[in-house]
């Protein structure tokens, strides 16, 4: 078995500039509904560029500095906003039972984008270095100790906090959301429920 | 479109896309977006309380938080792993206690690590804090006790004036000049680095004792005013108006509902809820009922109402 030429025929299947680059899409896609997801890429997008800059001038940075505290104050509201259309692209995604016809992995690979974001904007609350952050640190404590899992995390070690805020989970959600899209661009976008009847069924 | 999305639909009319118009015109509504609410609203960024801030301004606090570490029964001792050995605070659900796993990876002794550590750097500095603690170490730990029961009981019913306390004359050995060591510690805003401080490092690269300090006493209370305890839905709040990690209301409900906001396996057991909805999440697309809801709530017929009106169109003709 040759590795390398079974993973170049896989990629070759599956990493297609057609699915990358789509020129042409099925016509029922015609909905605000269908945005959330790109909305949720976008605020992702945002979040990136402005957590690179505030990780590269550092935390002191953007406490004291005019131009910090913008910063700051830009990826704050971008969480927010990743979140509610985060939050819209899942609920819509499920009333449209999106996950149906083999689509079950681009939607638990969602779900761990999900659950990833949370711990990502957590680390990231616990990283602003405010009065917040002191709180929550020592409230947190508690149930990640009661989880077992406060023996390795803690919400209280300012330096490790911000390692994963700014290195582990940004990656994880990073990779996950490409594997998310080139799941989504290789299936195509899931049918409507088929009419029975003139109703669904 | 791929091979294998254009198989699959292949006998669905299609229209043309602009992929990359599409994704710049929404990075600029989005971005738009961004920066008119930091622009109006910034953000919250409310002030920590550090231990400078609680020496100067509340004393008696100060001195009370020190003095229950210095007990040696503050509720640090007993709170276990990952901190200590101690398990009767230890958390459980369906018998098992999770915590227990790892046990002991950062060890503190509330009473050497808050008090005592920090007092023998004070001592370096400052003669009557080192007499004080020669006498304290060569006291019998019924007589060590005795002096912080009695200097507990006295703070209880102290009075703070003008940033001073005045505590009535009583037996608490070298207690009181140790308690003004600590406080004097504070209000030369070393409380944190004395806590903090490595052993080998020049750097302070932890600081868990630091944030630990403060837990039961100042932060709490100025957590309880600003609606920030737990039973108060207090990780999804901000301090003011503007929103905190609301995404998080799933979590934080559990603690406002009986019987869970009294129990003190709460973390334990909202923790694993949390565990069971996440995987019930996952797994969606494979549970009958769950899979099924999408179909019997045809919030579908809304987003998919042209299509589904040109179908019943040309089925109708």
Known sequence: MNVTENLKSYLKDKLTLDDLLPTKLPVYLNSVAYLFGVFSLCSLFILIITGLTMAIFGPLWYHVSGTGKLFNSFHYWAVQLLFLFMLLHLATKYFLGAFRDGRWKTWMVGALILGASIFTAFTGYLSAANWSAQWHAVEAKDAMN????GGFFFTTNYTQVLSLHVAFFPAAVGLLVVIHILFIRHEGPVKPYPLRGGKTK | MSRTSDEYLRDVPMKSYDLVRE????????AVLVVA?????????????????????HPLDYLKTSTDFLTGESALESYGPPYNESRENVQKVLGLAPANILGVTK???????FVLGPLERVAILNKDVASALTVWKAAKEEQQKAWTKAYSEALDKA?????????AAGDYGPVPVMMFGMLALGRAGLLEGALSVSDTLPYTLDNTKAMLFFQEGPDSDFAESVDMLGNQWGITHEVGNLPGPWWLWPYAIWYQI????ESPNADAIVGSLMLLFFLLLLFAPFIPVIKHIPRWIPIYRIIWRDWYAKQEGRSGK
């Open chain 2, 258 to 261: 009986p019987p869970l906001n």
């Open chain 2, 23 to 30: 994704g710049l015109i929404a990075l600029a509504f989005v």
């Open chain 2, 107 to 113: 060890l503190i002794e509330a009473q050497k690590d």
């Open chain 2, 37 to 57: 609410l930091a622009l109006i609203f910034k953000s919250p960024n409310a002030p920590t309380i550090r231990g400078e801030d609680v020496a100067k301004n």
């Open chain 2, 159 to 167: 009075e703070e004036a003008s940033g001073e306390v005045k505590v």
């Open chain 1, 146 to 149: 009661a989880m077992g899992i």
